[in-house]
């Protein structure tokens, strides 16, 4: 939980047509049968399922957290992992699931029924071509740092700051020039005009870590005693401890904030600490390579093979922790980042599905995973000057592979599944990941038809 400073220079749209609710479901249930959305799909006869999905209240609303003590059935029996098949979609359609629909939650993560609400009508329908030209438009001019009116969903929106004045006022607002001419590429803030108190920030994790490309949430407040006292931050779990530092609470363990005791330099100066040095604390101090010791007492087994072991359990479990946590921010993007988080994942998405199976190849969580050209110009080179020669990115094996929990394929796979779908909706290229998944569908059809007699 010890972690110092760094220092830093200066109800969603309803389905427009039955035909539109029972295409998406065909989607998420034929191709996906495994998928856990967390809900009862009622109305539909001997098709019904019930998806075993835990959803748990937390102070911030709903969190969806995989049950592994349970998987995912289809009228009692687990279901096979079938494909999607483009021939046969809409030929199935109408007679399999006309009456399904949609639950609310769902709904708003899927942006093929997003029409304008002002207008039902046929010309306001938008294809997913146009939708995903639109995110990728949007995302391209997402601002690293901007004022926005009002925060509705932030943690600290009910609590008012209280009575301030000028110095507070012109402290805070050395604070948005200083975020605002020195953000990392890898960090965005908004600010508000009205509550000028409020901060959201997000980080994206970072490369060589359990936590790369995953989108990390905090909402802060600057308090009335602010600059005395260092301000509040708050980090959106969902309802997971995915580093030592991140508690599921919320609360955010640095030194930096006085919510752990830190020596000198650690500490919060009033005259020279700003919002800008504890983002940047948080994404390199917090969010590292093996965050398993960043807990008190545990840094003196770095040079131990145990520790050394338990630090790569960690690092699944970190990684696994943080693709729930991409799933809570697709379905429920905090207000402000809704098209950072549409355009983070449909450019990240093919990288994040490739480190999933990298990993599950028996890899370690957190090395670089080649891809399709490195791989290519590996083996180019290994044929013609020998593997020695190669200058490609090898792959770095897990120490101690055999020891890797039973369950981290397994549970991966299903985030895989879960995550595949989710970036197919916002135009991520998954082509190659679809067509391998049909590929070992038909193979498995095949060897169960019973052989002619």
């Known amino acids: 939980m010890r972690c110092q400073a760094v220092y830093a220079s200066a109800a969603p749209p309803m389905m427009s047509s039955r035909r539109e609710s029972t295409s998406l479901h065909f989607l998420l249930v034929i191709l996906f049968p495994k998928r856990s959305y967390g809900y009862y799909m009622s109305n539909a006869g001997t098709e019904a399922m019930d998806l075993n999905f835990v959803s748990c209240e937390i102070e911030e609303g709903d969190s969806y957290v995989y049950d592994e003590d349970e998987g995912c059935y289809v009228n009692g029996v687990e279901g096979p992992d079938y494909e999607f098949d483009e021939i046969d979609l809409y030929q199935q359609l ?24 002002t207008d039902d009508g046929p010309d306001n329908f938008k294809s997913m071509s146009e939708i995903e030209d639109e995110i990728g438009k949007k995302y391209k001019f997402f601002k690293q740092f901007d004022i926005i009116k009002d925060f509705s969903d932030h943690h600290y929106a009910s609590n008012p700051v209280g009575k301030t004045g000028k110095e507070w006022t012109k402290r805070i607002q050395h604070d ?26 997000v980080i994206i994790g970072p490369q060589g870590t359990p936590y790369h490309d995953g989108l990390f ?12 006292t260092p301000p509040v931050v708050y980090y959106h779990s969902g309802g997971l401890r995915l580093n030592p530092n991140l508690y599921d609470c919320g609360t955010v363990c640095l ?6 005791h830190g020596n000198g330099c650690e500490n919060w100066n009033s005259a020279h600490s700003s919002m800008l040095q504890v983002l940047i604390s948080i994404q390199g101090l917090i969010l590292n390579e093996k965050p398993y010791f960043n807990e008190p007492g545990y840094e003196t087994e770095v040079n131990d093979a145990n520790g050394q072991s338990r630090s790569l359990e960690y690092n699944d479990t970190a990684f696994q922790y943080s693709c729930r946590t991409m799933l809570y921010s697709l379905r429920r993007p905090p207000q402000h980042f809704e098209d950072l988080v549409a355009g983070h994942f449909r450019e990240r998405g093919h990288a994040i599905l490739a480190a999933c199976k990298y990993y599950m190849e028996g890899n370690e969580v957190g090395s670089v995973v080649p891809d399709e050209d490195d791989e290519g110009k590996e083996l180019e080179n290994a044929n013609a000057e020998g593997s020695s ?3 490609a990115v090898k792959p770095k094996k897990r120490a101690g592979a055999g020891r890797r929990t039973p369950s981290f394929n397994a549970d991966t796979k299903v985030l895989f599944e879960e995550l595949l779908v989710e970036f197919n909706l916002k135009g991520a290229d998954t082509k190659k990941f679809c067509v391998e998944k049909s590929k070992k569908t038909r193979q498995k059809m095949k060897k169960s038809q019973p052989a002619a007699a």
């Open 176 to 201: 948005w020039k200083l975020l605002e001419n020195n953000l990392p590429a890898s960090i965005y803030v908004r600010v508000s005009e009205n509550r000028m108190d409020l901060l959201r920030a």
């Open 255 to 260: 030194s930096l904030l006085g919510t752990w």
């Open 217 to 228: 949430f905090f909402d802060a407040q600057f308090t009335v005693s602010y600059p005395a």
């Open 389 to 391: 020669s190669s200058n």
């Open 94 to 117: 109408d007679y399999k699931f006309d009456d399904l629909y949609l639950p609310p939650g769902v709904e708003a993560s899927v942006p093929l029924v997003q029409k304008a609400v």
